[in-house]
């Protein structure tokens, strides 16, 4: 048996005539950007989110940068502000952050659940402290009660970067946060658990004030039509993508609860020494293990027909863009980047890929 990582296709054909039906509309409709299917959509994801606002943009990347941009504009950030950011996450998160001249002040996270450790985010703060942005990496729950504590005490903005964790709130039991000022960005890309056909993002906020700065970067810097109030810049999400991620949105709960039953059935029937399993309750983007002969077990694997990813391996710090972090000394991050490795799991795998995967590993010696 063959196992793919992700099969796109499959997770398309689940919904297949919906996707063709609403495609075949938009082409039919003469209009293809800044329509009713992004005003729709919109709406209905700040509902999903329990947000006031939703702006969508072009992809993840832009929703993290036009949001910190933002509360530049608004004078609530400044060039050379620190931002506290987990060390082991994807590199758009800390592009974003230097994209607009503030400083990434790398934090270890938890080898149990990958999130960043908040006992080490007090020791990271300084004067120029003025943000914690949290990555719901692999799709498990960042927040916690003392970082919500530690922005209120500080006066800090709570960011999220949400690209991995479409519904995370839904699974998270911690009691809402409104009173702290903060953002959320979220990337559709094709792989993610809330996918468009194409790049497409979003910021989501009850900010009213950053809602309607980051509206305006996103189109040219405009306030209204020609009169444009900030140099910005030209990032938007087409009426397609609008559409699909509409009708997708119907179906997330129910598809992240089957990404939840394939975690449980690897966190009941995995049996290996010495590989460490991640946490329960999420939305189950990746599922991530480590294991100390990582690449010994991925080319089992691969000969046993289940192919694995790792996220990642090389963290930001250690990449050739970031020079000026090469020298840093993250232990926990550099150990994850050596063995972590990511199993198959999306919501249309079949159970018996799931236990074709779960023999396999069970087998490995
Ligand atoms: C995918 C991803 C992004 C970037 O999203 P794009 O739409 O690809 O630009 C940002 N942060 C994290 C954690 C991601 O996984």
Not at 39 to 55: D, L, M
Request: charged residues 25%.
């Amino acid at each position: 048996m063959e196992v793919e990582y992700l099969s796109v296709k499959r997770i398309t054909a689940l919904h297949l005539d919906e996707f063709c039906a609403a495609a075949e509309e938009v082409v039919r409709s003469g209009r293809y950007l800044r329509g009713q299917h992004v005003a729709h959509f919109e709406e209905q994801y700040a509902a999903y989110t329990g947000q006031q606002h939703c702006i969508s943009c072009g992809n993840g990347l832009d929703a993290l940068t036009i949001m910190l941009r933002a509360y530049k504009e608004l004078g609530v950030l400044c060039a050379g502000d620190e931002i506290v950011v987990p060390a082991n996450t994807f590199i758009a998160t800390i592009l974003a952050i230097t994209e607009n001249g503030l400083v990434p002040v790398l934090v270890e996270p938890r080898l149990q659940d990958y999130q960043i450790d908040d006992a080490l985010i007090e020791k990271a703060l300084t004067h120029r402290t003025r943000a914690i942005m949290l990555v719901h990496l692999y799709g498990y729950n960042a927040l916690t009660e003392k970082i919500a504590s530690l922005c209120r005490r500080h006066h800090l903005l709570l960011l999220q970067d949400c690209a991995q964790a479409h519904g995370w709130h839904k699974v998270c039991s911690l009691p809402r946060h409104d009173d702290i000022r903060g953002a959320a960005a979220y990337s559709f890309y094709p792989g993610k658990n809330l996918a468009a056909f194409a790049d497409a993002g979003a910021i989501t906020t009850s900010d009213g004030a950053l809602a309607a700065v980051a509206r305006a970067l996103a189109n040219y810097g405009a306030r209204e039509k020609y009169v444009f109030t900030y140099q910005g810049r030209n990032s938007r999400m087409d009426e397609m993508s609008a559409a699909i991620l509409s009708i997708k949105l119907k179906y997330l709960d129910e598809e992240n609860r089957r990404r939840q039953e394939i975690a449980d059935y690897y966190i009941d029937h995995i049996r290996h020494d010495g590989l460490l399993l991640p946490p329960r309750e999420g939305v189950h983007h990746i599922f991530p293990i480590l294991f100390s002969e990582r690449d010994r077990l991925r080319a089992y694997l691969r000969a046993e027909g289940v192919e694995t990813l790792v996220h990642y391996p090389l963290p930001p710090h250690r990449q050739d863009c970031y020079k000026e972090y090469n020298a840093l000394s993250l232990p926990r991050t550099e150990r994850i980047a050596r063995e972590e490795l990511s199993l198959p799991l999306h919501q249309a795998l079949r159970d018996d890929e799931v236990e074709h995967v779960v023999a396999a590993i069970n087998r490995f010696v």
